[in-house]
C-alpha cells in the first residue's frame, strides 16, 4: 500500500465578513496516497481555493489539522507566485529558492522549463511586461519541472490557449505515471477531473460532500447541480456576469417529444431549457441567446446562437422558459461543461460560465456498433468515404 | 429542486472515509493547525531560508540602483548631499562646534546612522504590504520579509562605513581600544530598528494610518538623537529625558566607541539592551500573530 502523503482532519477556515464570521471551509477530512491526483469539484464558492490556500501554507486553518509530507509547489489562481519586477529567469531562481533548492540543481532545470513555457527570449524580460497567457504558461512550467513532491493546481485550464492546456494535462499525466507525484487539481471541467484524476472530492457549501473514485464523485456532483429530477438549478449559482434583469434559474433536457431526461443519447435530439426569471417592467423584442458546449480541455466545441439564425424571441413575463433544440446531438458520450448568455437589449443579462454541465450518453451513432475515440474529436458528423479510381 | 444543505449530509458523508487510520508523522512532516505558539514561528525554518534570504537581499539592492544612472554609487551619494546639506546650515551657518572631529565627518556618520535608522524601520514596517502579492501565492517563512529589509539597509550601511574610514584616514582621527565596543553598539542599533519595523509591520495589516504617519515621524526624529548636532548642545535639564531614548545613546554609543565622544551614561545603555529585548519578544510574539491570517486582510 502506498504511503500517506496528506492526512486532512476537520479543517476548517473562518472569514470575517463585515460582522458576520464566515466558513469558508468546514469539517473537511480526507487522505491523499503519495501518487494520487486528487481532484476537487464544486460550485464557485464552496471553498475549493479556500482548501488550497490552507493546504499550501498561505493562511493558517482556524480549526483543525493538516498533516502534510514532501515540498509542496503550489498554482493559485491564473499562477503568479511570481515577483512582476523580477525577469523570469530570476522568478525561476526564486521560485526553486524557496522550495530551497540549490542554485545548481535549479540551473539544471532551467532549460527545460524555458522550453515547455515557450517564452523563448522574453525569459530575461520582466515577468509584468508578460502577457497573462505568458504567464500562466511560466508558472505551470516551473510548478511542473521543479521538485515539487505534492503539486496544487487551481484551475490552471482557465487560462492559456488550448494547445497549451492539452501540453499542461499531458504532463500532469506523466508526473504522476514516472515520479510519484501527487497532485491535488480544482478544476469546473469534468472532463479534465474525468481524465485526469483517480480519486476526487466533491465540496459544497464549505463541507465536504462525497469523496472516493472520480466517477462516483462526478455523478453526486451531476446530482447536486441537476437535482432528483434531472434538472440544474441555477438560481442559487454565483460568479455570473451580466446585469441581472433576466436570470438563469435552471436547466433541464427534455426529448424532442417533452420526456425529461438525464442524458442525451447520442446522436438523438433534445431539448436544452433554461427556466428564467425577469425583473423587465416591460417587454423585449432584442432578446439574444446563446448556448456553447465546452469539452474536457477547455476548448469550445460548438455555439448556438439566436440572431445568426435570426430567430425572433419576444420577452414578455417575468417567468418562463427559454428552449434551444438540437435535432441530432452531435457529441461523444460524456459530460460538457455549459455556457450561456442572454442579451437583453443588447445588454448582457445574465452570463453562466461553466456551473452546470450536459452529460451525453453512450448511443450508436453511426449505427454500425462503433464511436471514434477521443483522438478523432469530439464532435459527430454524418459522413461518407469513397474510392474512386482515375483511368 | 434540492438545495444540498451542509452539516448533516456532510457528516453523514465523512463517516464513509476511513478515519481510523493513524496521522501520518515524522520529521518531515508539516503540520498545519491554528493556533499561537512562539515555536510557530520556525526560527530554525528562517535560518533554512538563508539562500531565499540572500537573493532578495541582492536583488533589492540591484533592483533600487540597477536604473539609475549613478548606479551603486548612490549608497554613498545619497548620505553625502545630506551630509552637504547640514555641513552648510549647521556647520557654517549655526556654527555648531564638535571638536576634536571635524564637522563634516561628524555629520557623515550621523547622518549613516540615521539613514539606517529610519531605512530599517520604514522598509520593514511597509515590508508585509509591498510583497502582498507573493506572500498570498507562495509559502515561505514570513520573517524573510522583513529580514529582507533590515539586511538591505544594513548593506548600505556597511558602504557608508567605508567612506567614514576613508575619511578618518584623512583627518588623521584615530579609535582607540573602545573600538571593540562598535559592533555591540551597532547591533544594538540594528536590532532595535528592525524590532521597532517589525512591530509596526504586524499592526500596519490592520491600521493602515501608521504607514500614513510614520514617514513625517522619522524625519522628524533625526533631531531627537545625536546625529547632526553633538549630545552636549542639548540643555542640561533635558538630558535625563533625551538618554531615554534608546537610539540616542545606542548612536551616541557608536560615536563614543568609534573616536571617544563622550560616551552615553550606563543606565540609559542597560534601558536601551532592556527595551529591545522585551519589545523584540513583543515583536515576534505579534508578528508570528499577524503572520498567520494576515493573507486574509492584506
Known amino acids: 500500500m502506498r504511503d500517506t502523503v496528506i492526512s486532512v482532519r476537520g479543517l476548517g477556515k473562518r472569514y470575517q465578513l463585515g460582522n458576520k464570521p464566515y466558513w469558508a471551509i468546514r469539517e473537511i477530512s480526507f487522505d491523499v496516497r503519495r501518487g494520487d491526483v486528487l481532484g476537487i469539484v464544486g460550485r464557485n464558492g464552496a471553498g475549493k481555493t479556500t482548501m488550497l490556500r490552507v493546504l499550501s501554507r498561505i493562511t493558517d486553518p482556524t480549526e483543525g489539522e493538516a498533516r502534510i509530507r514532501g515540498r509542496i509547489g503550489t498554482l493559485l489562481e491564473t499562477g503568479t507566485g511570481f515577483h512582476p519586477e523580477l525577469t523570469g529567469r530570476e522568478n525561476i531562481l526564486l521560485n526553486g529558492t524557496i522550495l530551497g533548492m540549490r542554485p545548481k540543481e535549479i540551473q539544471a532545470k532551467l532549460q527545460d522549463i524555458v522550453d515547455f513555457s515557450g517564452v523563448g527570449k522574453f525569459i530575461d524580460a520582466r515577468v509584468k511586461t508578460y502577457s497573462s497567457g505568458m504567464r500562466s504558461r511560466l508558472t505551470f512550467a516551473v510548478a511542473a519541472h521543479l521538485d515539487t513532491e505534492i503539486l496544487m493546481v487551481d484551475e490552471v485550464l482557465a487560462v492559456g490557449d488550448i494547445a497549451f492546456q492539452e501540453k499542461c494535462l499531458k504532463k500532469m499525466d506523466q508526473l504522476t505515471q514516472s515520479e510519484e507525484r501527487t497532485i491535488l487539481f480544482v478544476s469546473h471541467s469534468m472532463g479534465a477531473i474525468q481524465s485526469l484524476c483517480n480519486r476526487a472530492l466533491l465540496i459544497e457549501n464549505s463541507y465536504l460532500h462525497t469523496e472516493g473514485d472520480t466517477g462516483t464523485v462526478i455523478k453526486a456532483y451531476t446530482q447536486l447541480l441537476q437535482g432528483p429530477d434531472g434538472g440544474a438549478d441555477l438560481s442559487q449559482s454565483q460568479g455570473r456576469r451580466g446585469s441581472g434583469v433576466v436570470r438563469f434559474t435552471g436547466l433541464h433536457l427534455e426529448t424532442l417529444d417533452g420526456k425529461v431526461i438525464e442524458a442525451i443519447p447520442a446522436g438523438t435530439g433534445v431539448r436544452v431549457i433554461f427556466d428564467y426569471e425577469s425583473k423587465l417592467d416591460t417587454f423585449s423584442d432584442d432578446v439574444v441567446l446563446s448556448l456553447v458546449l465546452v469539452g474536457s480541455k477547455g476548448h469550445r466545441l460548438f455555439g448556438m446562437r439566436s440572431d445568426i439564425i435570426r430567430s425572433e424571441l419576444r420577452l414578455d413575463r417575468p417567468r418562463g422558459r427559454f428552449i434551444c433544440t438540437i435535432p441530432k446531438m452531435p457529441l461523444l458520450p460524456g459530460n460538457y461543461d455549459v455556457v450561456a448568455s442572454c442579451l437583453i437589449d443588447r445588454d448582457l443579462a445574465d452570463k453562466i460560465v461553466g456551473v452546470c454541465h450536459i452529460a451525453v450518453s453512450d448511443n450508436d451513432y453511426y449505427g454500425t456498433g462503433r464511436l471514434q475515440n477521443g483522438n478523432f474529436g469530439d464532435v459527430l458528423v454524418d459522413y461518407a468515404w469513397a474510392c474512386e479510381g482515375q483511368d | ?298
Open chain 2, 1 to 298: 429542486m434540492t438545495t444540498h444543505s451542509s452539516s448533516e449530509d456532510s457528516v453523514g458523508n465523512f463517516r464513509q472515509i476511513d478515519l481510523t487510520q493513524e496521522l501520518i508523522t515524522g520529521e518531515d512532516v508539516i503540520v498545519i493547525r491554528p493556533g499561537f505558539k512562539i515555536d510557530r514561528l520556525g526560527l530554525p525554518q528562517v535560518w533554512g531560508s538563508k539562500d531565499l534570504l540572500m537573493f532578495f537581499v541582492l536583488r533589492s539592492i540591484r533592483g533600487r540602483y540597477r536604473p539609475t544612472a549613478l548606479g551603486y554609487g548612490w549608497i554613498i551619494f545619497r548620505p553625502l548631499l545630506l551630509c552637504l546639506v547640514y555641513v552648510v546650515v549647521f556647520g557654517n551657518m549655526m556654527g555648531v562646534k564638535t571638536d576634536p572631529i571635524p564637522f563634516p565627518l561628524f555629520v557623515f556618520l550621523g547622518i549613516s546612522l540615521y539613514l539606517f535608522f529610519s531605512g530599517t524601520v520604514s522598509d520593514t514596517a511597509a515590508s508585509l504590504i509591498n510583497n502582498a502579492g507573493i506572500l498570498s501565492k507562495v509559502y515561505y517563512p514570513r520573517l524573510i520579509v522583513p529580514l529582507t529589509a533590515l539586511f538591505v539597509n544594513l548593506m548600505d550601511l556597511l558602504a557608508s562605513f567605508v567612506v567614514i574610514a576613508l575619511l578618518m584616514v584623512i583627518y588623521g582621527v584615530s579609535p582607540n581600544w573602545d573600538l571593540i565596543y562598535f559592533p555591540v553598539f551597532l547591533g544594538g542599533l540594528a536590532l532595535a530598528s528592525f524590532v521597532l519595523g517589525l512591530i509596526l509591520a504586524a499592526h500596519s495589516i490592520e491600521s493602515r494610518d501608521i504607514m500614513m504617519a510614520l514617514p513625517v515621524i522619522l524625519r522628524v526624529m533625526i533631531y531627537g538623537m545625536p546625529c547632526v548636532y553633538p549630545v552636549h548642545m542639548v540643555p542640561d535639564r533635558l538630558i535625563t529625558l533625551y538618554y531615554m531614548n534608546p537610539m540616542a545613546s545606542l548612536i551616541q554609543g557608536v560615536r563614543w566607541s568609534l573616536w571617544g565622544e563622550v560616551s552615553p551614561p550606563t543606565w540609559s545603555v542597560l534601558l536601551a539592551v532592556v527595551l529591545t529585548l522585551i519589545s523584540g519578544y513583543y515583536a515576534l510574539v505579534v508578528f508570528t500573530k499577524a503572520e498567520r491570517t494576515m493573507v486574509d486582510s492584506l
